[in-house]
């Protein structure tokens, strides 16, 4: 519902002088909205939870493929895996780690039922108009999402032009390649947004070869002055090659298709309510194969087919000091997942389904410097019953250019879809932060958190997350201007006291940027220390410094023509939290991207 929650009237009773200035400097107007974490917009300095945006423009400037690239930048989520271009990846975000975050794309989840487990390196950079990321339990708005969500809300066709788009082509080192086009714009009420692509790559690794192709379509009727009807339709293909796993004697390749549809409605019923909803139907099919790597026989084969259909309907009303949003979806997820293991002659099939209800209500009430903002959600599942998801977060503004925030939150996780697993994961958070520009040419924020979990309901393990992260970044001088981040997170298990194996401990991220619309660069570095047992055969002893340019060689007034370049890892360091997952050493590419 991000996609729809975009396009709502601006609340601008919610929105004050001081909230605009407060991060005007380091943001474009249009991203000090988000519609994340209550699925209605609101002014990101009025929303409680923690939450990073990231621009298309943004996203240009990183030379990215794919969403996994796009989310290794944000201070605090760690992307591992990330072995090739496209790649299969696991996210986490402070210690929680992939199964607990839900990936969105156009507020519809890409994740598999059977597992909770999305690949941001199938989603496309080129589609992208923002990525909000929010850390920590969003269950009181999208039910299952105990670790945080990720929110990509797409491209809408382009207002003011018939026919306009953009075409690239970069290509690299080991057959990396990466052609994108795209086309878009508005005839009379009717406006549509076309896109396609296919990443490659032989890999920097023996048997760690990559393919991706997608397809995206959005059509777009506008009612009037009253709303806007649109259908879209995603397709996302990739065929990785995991590596080969020598210490168990094998090799591992993934196949995954993932198609989407939906048909959606944005209706302004009155000045003050406004009416979404829209109707969808996904199907996903992975296949993993392994093959014995001394004897070249089959190890294993697992394949899942699943296939789900629903919808949601959402009110927003906002009257004085309220912005009231409610609203209802429903779910039918069914899966077949097989499991076949020749060499032991194991064989198994899993039929299961499951049907869900999720009932959510939020307010957002400010006055003067302060808001609040409750929100509850009860969600019915056939699999594993009901869950609560209570949360409460504020702010307040101390002055015209320092906030205040607090959050805390009840969250859960769908256990795994299978009839021998029916407790879900859940967990409270409480989250308090500041965000300043008080101190001169210089923005900060500040947050503290602590996530204690309770995994696999009644057998349980407890576990604690607890730690704080710093992001700071200068006002542009002479067009150039520095970012920082730290994140320290204490994971543990409560029981035995023993550290959370493969949770970043300690993570860095300084970059040095400069733009003067003709010319750009970007020197970026990265450190993860890993908690990791010796037998996972990590090595994290190296900041990854990457340096992207750009060249706007040419410009008129509806053309613009870039040559483009990235050097990765530079100085050839190593940085994995598991040998099968070694990132590729040093290694070039350079493309072309026009816009007309």
Known sequence: MGLLALTLPFTAHAETDSDRELLELYYEPQDLTVSTATRSPRPLSRSAENITVITAEQIEAM????????????PGVQVSGNTAPASITFTEFAGATTRYIQILVDGVPIDDQFDNFAAPGMVPVQIIERVEVLKGPASSSWGNSLGGIVNVITKEPALHASFSGAASFSGGENGTRDGRGEVSGTVGSFGYYLSGGNVKSNGFHSFNATENNNAYAKLRWNLADRGSLRLTFNSMETAPQIGLITFADYSDRLKIRFLQS???????????????????GSRFDYTRIDDTLSTGERFSTITSDEITSGG????????????????????????????????????????????????????????????????????????????????????????????????????????????????????WTVQAGLETTDIPFLWLKGTWFRNQFKERGDTVTRTLREG??????????????????????DAKNLQTDEKLPAVARHTWDLGLHYDDRTFRGALTGAYRW????????????????????GWRFFRSDNTEAELFATGHNLFNGAQYHDEIFKNPGRWFEGGLRIKW
């Open 312 to 427: 949601a309907a959402i009110l927003t009303w906002r009257q004085g000091v309220h912005t009231l949003t409610g609203g209802v979806e429903f779910d039918h997820g069914q899966t077949k997942t097989s499991f076949d293991y020749p060499l032991f002659l194991f064989n198994q099939t899993i039929d299961a389904s499951n049907d869900k209800w999720g009932f959510f209500l939020n307010d957002t009430i400010t006055w003067e410097r302060f808001s609040i903002t409750p929100a509850v959600r009860y969600d019915l599942t056939s699999h594993s019953g009901d869950f609560f998801s209570p949360s409460l977060g504020a702010t307040f503004s101390v002055t015209d250019k320092t906030l205040l925030r607090a959050y805390a939150a009840r969250g859960y996780n769908l256990p795994i879809l299978n009839p021998a697993y029916s407790t879900k994961d859940n967990g």
């Open 530 to 549: 890993w908690n990791t047992p010796d037998y996972f055969g990590a090595e994290y002893n190296n900041f990854i410094w990457d340096l992207n340019l």
């Open 468 to 489: 704080f992260e710093i992001e700071a970044r200068t006002a542009p001088i002479y067009n150039s201007w520095l970012t920082a981040g730290y994140v320290f997170t």
């Open 63 to 74: 030379n990215a493929h794919t969403l996994a690239d796009v989310l290794a930048t944000v």
């Open 262 to 280: 939906t048909i959606s409605l944005d209706y302004n019923l009155t000045d003050r309510l406004t009416f979404n909803t829209f109707f969808k």
